[in-house]
Structure formats: C-alpha cells, structure tokens
C-alpha cells in the first residue's frame, strides 16, 4: 500500500488555530445551531472525519481549483478567490467573486457532488450559506451581489441563480443544459438571527434530533454523545425561531 499510505498521510488533519476571536462560520446557518454553538464554546471535538470522507472534501477542492483556474482565464484579475467577509458575528470566506469593483459583483458558491447526489440539488444548507454571504456582502461593501450557486460532479454541472425573498428561496438556472427552477421554504434572516441570538449570550441552543445527528444510520455529529447526554428527542416544530 505504498501509495494509498502517501495519499492517507496527506489528509490526516491539521490542527487549526484561529488567528482572531471565534466567530460563527458562514456555513453554519444551514446547519444544526447547537452544533455551531458547540464550537463557540470550546467543546472538544469527539473525533475526526474518517479519511474516506476527507478524500472526497479534497476531491472537491480539485474540482473548485479547476473551476476557478477556467474563471481566472476568462476574466483574469476580475476574479478573487477565497474573499473573506468578517463581522462581529460572523466569518466567512467566499469561494470566488467576480468584480469586487464593479457596481454588480457576482458571488459564485461552489459544491463538488456525487452523480447520484445531483438529484438532491440544491442542498437547503448550500442554499442559506450563499445567500448569507451575499448578506454579508452587502454589510461590508454596501453592494448587492448576484449570487451563483454551482455544482460539479463527474457526469452532471449544475449553475443556478439565487435570490433571497424572504420566506423563500428562488433557484433558478441550469442543470446539464435544461432549465431547473425550485423555490427552497427558507428564511435565512431568521435563521441568522436565531444563531446571533445564543452566540451573543454564549449558550446552548435547547436539542432538537437533526438529519445531520446520522450519517447511514451512524453518528456523524462531532459532538454527538455531548449532544446526546442527558437528552430527550422533542418535536422539531419551533425549528429555527419561526412559529
């Protein structure tokens, strides 16, 4: 197994140290709020990823340099990578902008998929982090951003316009070359400030089971047994703050 050893030694984790205070991530408002709150307070993580799950995180990461090595060719210095955007609350680093100066920017969000997972499209969690990011664009440079959502897998490409109004979520483009149209029942203004809620009191979200607790019947949560101690399963109908 000499390469296979090569390939898994380079994905071993790397410990990561925050340069600055802990701040919400961006990816987390589509995400279970106590798990977010968790890592606000320091809780130790009760595991890593298993490496076949890492190695699928940095074939994603290939096919994101690939699409940004095309978009730099096109558009050259029009086209940043991994802009950051910082608040009080927040922290977030887009995957790419295309004319930051211009009075129209274009945020472009991109997600590697399994050909089977393309049917799934477009993730409700995919779809409230680019619209959180285009909120907090907003905040930062005072411009409104077109927001690109983008899926890549070996067989399909997905590029799908996202626009915010209110209650919901417009998606709306093309996937493989056919039009694809779907409203996702989302408020993502609430979903922010119910999070912005517990950080800025530094407390736990009250449990709630979430799809994300289990991976193929199997705990995926990092904080699972954490999460679970002491806890009852309740219903999920005041999920997010909205009733």
Request: with cysteine; charged share 25%.
């Amino acid at each position: 197994m000499l390469v296979r050893s090569a390939i898994e030694k380079s994905l071993a984790p790397k410990e990561y140290r925050s340069s600055g205070p802990t701040l919400l991530w961006a990816s987390e408002v589509g995400s279970c709020p106590r798990k977010a709150m968790f890592r606000i307070l320091g809780y130790k993580a009760e595991g890593d990823f298993p490496v076949e799950l890492r190695e699928k995180f940095q074939w994603g990461n290939v096919m994101e340099d690939e699409t940004a090595r095309a978009l730099k060719a096109m558009y050259g210095e029009q086209l940043i990578v991994q802009l950051p955007l910082r608040t009080k609350c927040w922290s977030g680093k887009t995957d790419m902008v295309i004319g930051l100066e211009s009075h129209k920017p274009i945020i472009i969000e991109h997600k590697a998929t399994s050909d089977s997972g393309i049917k799934y499209i477009p993730r409700e969690s995919h779809v409230a982090q680019i619209v959180l990011y285009g909120q907090l664009f907003q905040e930062v440079y005072d411009k409104k951003p077109q927001l690109l959502l983008v899926y890549r897998s070996w067989s399909h490409y997905a590029e799908l316009e996202v626009k915010d109004e209110g209650d919901t979520v417009s998606v709306k483009g093309q996937l493989d070359g056919g039009a694809f149209q779907k409203t996702v029942p989302i408020n993502v203004t609430k979903m922010r400030e119910y999070l912005e809620q517990y950080f800025s009191v530094r407390d736990l979200p009250s449990y709630e089971k979430e799809d994300e607790c289990y991976f193929a019947g199997k705990p995926s949560c990092q904080f699972f047994a954490q999460c679970r101690s002491g806890q009852k399963e309740v219903s999920n109908a005041a999920k997010w703050g909205l009733f």
